[in-house]
């Protein structure tokens, strides 16, 4: 599900040399974040 240092550095390197001038937007989640929505949907909550 997550990747590591390396793994995220080649990508957005990778997304930059490839669209040049773009720019980058992203959500993060934690573990934390994870976990809750798991839980969230297992109580059989509708999104």
Known sequence: MYFEGTQV???VLTLRDRFL???LT???YSPI???R???HFCLGAQP
């Open 9 to 11: 550095k080649s990508l």
């Open 21 to 23: 001038g773009a720019k």
């Open 26 to 28: 992203f959500d993060a």
């Open 33 to 35: 974040h994870v976990l």
């Open 37 to 39: 929505h798991i839980y």
